[in-house]
Structures are given as structure tokens and as C-alpha cells.
T-cell receptor, first 116, second 117 residues
Framework: GAVVSQHPSRVICKSGTSVKIECRSL??????MFWYRQFPKQSLMLMAT?????????EQGVEKDKFLINHASLTLSTLTVTSAHPEDSSFYIC????????????FGSGTRLTVV | QQQVKQSPQSLIVQKGGISIINCAYE??????FPWYQQFPGKGPALLIA?????SEKKEGRFTISFNKSAKQFSLHIMDSQPGDSATYFC????????????????FGKGTSLLVTP
């Protein structure tokens, strides 16, 4: 149980376009989802926290207009990278949690974004 | 600001040896300390976690040692195997507290472990 599915696993997009990444909880209700970013050989850095039905809370230095987060249901959160630039190329990972599942227990498998 | 400091950055251990990774933290509000294993191109997977009310927790070949007064904790991998070669992250959070689902993690910088045959 407690499976988090992240899609796509890999995406390449042109500079200036937008990319949407999905994070789904498959077998539990995810009231909270965290979005992390990981640069090569670096640690995971929290970007934002999303609670179902509420606006996301962004960490300092993360542009909320660039990284749009929607958590409209108890099983789905999306991260949209708008007007992507090469410096946005990174590994994006979500984690999900709820009343029955710790949010630090289950991570998605990550999305490798490459902006060319 | 890195809230959790992890060392070493990389580690090479022979098969059958003991791998030891250390972490230190400053924020005394942290009360939950998990360790994760990450393979290239994958998300992190929870290995083992400890709360500060115990000094040691063992699960199979993995043991966490926790020193509350020193604000340090470490991961020991006994009988290390080539399949253990991965990046290991320590982390700290405030546990559940007032949150139903828990709080975001503060990760260490990671340790790249290579277990040689």
C-alpha cells in the first residue's frame, strides 16, 4: 500500500514552453503533497507544500508564478513549470501523505526535466 | 542553510564490510530522523527511521544510532553488499506534531556509497 505514482518519468521540452508533472496517490487519500527539486549529485530541496483544496505554500526563493501547483483532489497534485528555461532542468520529486500515511514515507519515482 | 549536515560525501566499502554514514542537526524541534536510499533516476525510498526517545534501532542489516545530547545520528550498514551501492540521505523533520500527515523533510547532502565485490 501507499503508492505514489509520478508522471512523466522523463520529459524534454523547448525553452519557453510549459511542462506539467503529475503526482498521484494510488491507494490512499493524500491531503498533503510536497514537491522537491534535486540537481545532479545534490540533495532534495523542498520547493512547495500543497494541501488539498488550498493554495500551495512556496519555499523562499521559489517563484510561485513559474512553478504552478494545483492540488484539486485527494489523489492528484500537479506541478507546472511555466516558460521553462535550461536552468529549470532538474529532477522533480513529489511525496504524498494523509491521515493514514506519513508524507515522508512515500515518494514518487521522480521526473527528469530537460529544457533545451 | 543546510539544517542537516551529512558526511562523508562518498564512501567505498568492500563487500561484507560495515558502511557508516553520519549526520548532525541543530534544530531541537526535529523529532523524526529517517534515512533514505536512492538509486539513479529514482525517487528516494525510506530505509529506516528513528525518534529521539530511543538510542538505537535495527532493521535487518541497517542500524540507526542516535545521540540526542550531541544532536547526531548515524546509519550503519552491516555486511555491505554490491546491491547496497546507492546514494543515502539522512533527513530530519518535526514528525507529525499538529499535522495529520507530517512535515516536510530537511535532507542532508547525501552519501554516495560504492560497495566493491
Amino acid at each position: 500500500g501507499a503508492v505514489v505514482s509520478q508522471h512523466p518519468s522523463r520529459v524534454i521540452c523547448k525553452s519557453g514552453t510549459s511542462v506539467k508533472i503529475e503526482c498521484r496517490s494510488l491507494d490512499f487519500q493524500a491531503t498533503t503533497m510536497f514537491w522537491y527539486r534535486q540537481f545532479p549529485k545534490q540533495s532534495l530541496m523542498l520547493m512547495a507544500t500543497s494541501n488539498e483544496g488550498s493554495k500551495a505554500t512556496y519555499e523562499q526563493g521559489v517563484e510561485k508564478d513559474k512553478f504552478l501547483i494545483n492540488h484539486a483532489s485527494l489523489t492528484l497534485s500537479t506541478l507546472t513549470v511555466t516558460s521553462a528555461h535550461p536552468e529549470d532542468s532538474s529532477f522533480y520529486i513529489c511525496s504524498a501523505g494523509g491521515p493514514s500515511v506519513r508524507v515522508d514515507y512515500t515518494f514518487g519515482s521522480g521526473t527528469r526535466l530537460t529544457v533545451v | 542553510q543546510q539544517q542537516v549536515k551529512q558526511s562523508p560525501q562518498s564512501l567505498i566499502v568492500q563487500k561484507g564490510g560495515i558502511s557508516i554514514i553520519n549526520c548532525a542537526y541543530e534544530n531541537t524541534a526535529f523529532d523524526y530522523f529517517p534515512w533514505y536510499q536512492q538509486f539513479p533516476g529514482k525517487g528516494p525510498a525510506l530505509l529506516i527511521a528513528i525518534r529521539p526517545d530511543v538510542s538505537e534501532k535495527k532493521e535487518g542489516r541497517f542500524t540507526i544510532s542516535f545521540n540526542k545530547s550531541a544532536k547526531q545520528f548515524s546509519l550503519h550498514i552491516m555486511d555491505s553488499q554490491p546491491g547496497d551501492s546507492a546514494t543515502y540521505f539522512c533527513a530530519a523533520s518535526r514528525g507529525r506534531g499538529n499535522s495529520n500527515s507530517g512535515y516536510a523533510l530537511n535532507f542532508g547532502k547525501g552519501t554516495s556509497l560504492l560497495v566493491t565485490p
